[in-house]
């Protein structure tokens, strides 16, 4: 079973950065963020494939970066441009393996990590 770890959250003015780690005992196909906010539903962030595709929800496009280091195997999530409404838990998943088809829904995903914290003050 694939075990995932994310750190890097924090307390943040609006417009500055973080940088949020997920550290994985391996990767699968496909590895996604996925944040929820206080009292809101989980909500899709971005993904990246194993051969480098990656995808992001409007909402954050153009401000976040996700990537991954192979050597490490930890996945990034680079946060600029931050909005109070980015405020949320931030979770890593990992797709199952076996599967071949990478989303922005939650079925492909079957490990998740604890969360880590972002709160964006205005």
């Known amino acids: 079973q694939v075990q995932l770890v994310e750190s890097g959250g924090g307390l943040v003015q609006a417009g500055g950065s973080l940088r949020l780690s997920c550290a994985a005992s391996?990767?699968?196909?496909?590895m996604a963020w996925f944040r929820q906010a206080a009292g809101k539903q989980r909500e899709w962030v971005s993904y990246?494939?194993?051969?480098?595709?990656?995808m992001y929800a409007n909402s954050v496009k153009g401000r976040f970066t996700i990537s991954q280091d192979n050597a490490r195997n930890t996945m990034y999530l680079q946060m600029n441009s931050l909005k109070p409404e980015d405020s949320a838990m931030y979770y890593c998943?990992?797709?199952?393996?076996?599967?071949?088809?990478?989303?922005?829904?939650?079925?492909?995903?079957?490990?998740w990590g604890p969360g880590t914290q972002v709160t964006v003050s205005s």
């Open positions: 990246i494939t194993t051969v480098g595709t990656t």
């Open positions: 391996r990767f699968t196909y496909c």
């Open positions: 998943a990992a797709a199952a393996e076996g599967g071949s088809l990478c989303s922005g829904a939650e079925w492909p995903y079957n490990v």
